[in-house]
């Protein structure tokens, strides 16, 4: 299983920046999703995650109503819709898939990890 996130980059604050999770895993939908990231010197923290079939997502505080997560089954392809970044927002951006069914936060719970992109997020 392999998870290649892409899409990060440097934005200006108030922009707008949408990341791609390509997984390849032979059966995608048997895996929810996640997105999560790591600011320099923090702790890696959920921003998102997506159930098995993309019906139920739940985002951190911190991004709600900013940040959209969504995936696209047919293409093995999870999401991340930033808007109204904020240079706190700046941070190593990471997928992780988890084999089941709901939702979790919980880091230990993925089973596979992505090698993350980083988005900078200028003010």
């Known amino acids: 299983v392999q998870l290649q996130a892409f899409g990060g980059g440097l934005v200006q604050a108030g922009g707008s920046l949408r990341l791609s999770c390509a997984a390849s895993?032979?059966?995608?939908?048997?895996?929810?999703m996640g997105w999560f990231r790591q600011a320099p010197g923090k702790a890696r923290d959920v921003v998102a995650v997506?159930?098995?079939?993309?019906?139920?997502?739940n985002c951190a505080d911190s991004v709600k109503g900013r940040f959209t997560i969504s995936r696209e089954n047919a293409r093995n392809t999870v999401y991340l819709q930033m808007n109204s970044l904020k240079p706190e927002d700046t941070a190593v951006y990471y997928c992780?898939?988890?084999?089941?069914?709901?939702?979790?936060?919980?880091?230990?719970?993925?089973?596979?990890w992505g090698q993350g992109t980083l988005v900078t997020v200028s003010s």
């Open positions: 895993i032979r059966t995608f939908t048997n895996y929810a």
């Open positions: 997506i159930s098995r079939g993309g019906g139920l997502t």
């Open positions: 992780a898939a988890r084999l089941g069914t709901g939702l979790s936060d919980a880091e230990y719970d993925y089973n596979y």
